[in-house]
């Protein structure tokens, strides 16, 4: 059974999906492969909602750089091996398409993978955005490239943890 809610962040309103008590989307607003508004089942309190929504926000906090949260994927098996690639990414750190591609044994398959990346369900916590071209150009972006800029900006700042002292 679905259920789904919306919490804001400096991205802009996030729909949170879960399938039974696993997250199954994060779909930003206007995000492009967002499914219909009918799939996501009723709105809802699932307790998931409440872990992603508080790590959500530590994350941008600059207190989390890793999720622990239950996931639910559908997709192919290309797909969901693609986005588990995703999660091996640090964080603050990008990869290429043609690298994954290798990562997985496919290094033919660079443009496959993109189009996987591009459908990938839970963005943010499957950092997508995390995902370069090969030149290090920004390349697409299922929530668009001011968004995948903004996040990959967000974490190459040091943490408030890192932050140089300013005492004298």
Same mark, same amino acid.
């Given at each position: 059974m679905r259920s789904h809610t919306v919490v804001d962040s400096p991205c802009g309103p996030l729909t949170l999906v879960a399938e039974d008590d696993a997250l199954c989307g994060l779909y930003m607003h206007q995000q492009r492969h967002r499914p219909a508004e009918a799939t996501f089942g009723s709105a809802g309190s699932?307790?998931? +909602?409440?872990?992603?929504?508080? @790590?959500?926000?530590?994350?941008?906090?600059?207190? !989390? !750089?890793? +999720?622990?949260?239950?996931? $639910?994927?559908?997709?192919?098996? +290309? @797909? !969901?091996?693609?986005? $588990?690639?995703?999660?091996?990414?640090?964080?603050?750190?990008?990869?290429?398409?043609?690298?994954?591609? @290798?990562?997985?044994g496919k290094p033919s398959a660079a443009r496959a993978v993109g189009l996987a990346n591009g459908k990938n369900p839970v963005s943010i916590i499957v950092p997508c955005h995390r995902v370069i071209g090969s030149t290090g150009s920004l390349t697409g972006y299922g929530g668009g490239l001011e968004r995948k800029e903004y996040l990959l900006g967000f974490e190459r700042r040091p943490s408030p943890r890192e932050a140089p002292s300013t005492s004298v």
């Open positions: 699932a307790e998931v +909602f409440a872990r992603t929504e508080t @790590q959500l926000a530590e994350y941008f906090a600059g207190e !989390r !750089r890793e +999720f622990d949260l239950p996931l $639910a994927f559908g997709g192919t098996p +290309f @797909q !969901r091996s693609v986005w $588990a690639a995703l999660l091996e990414i640090p964080y603050g750190e990008t990869a290429t398409y043609g690298e994954l591609a @290798q990562l997985l």
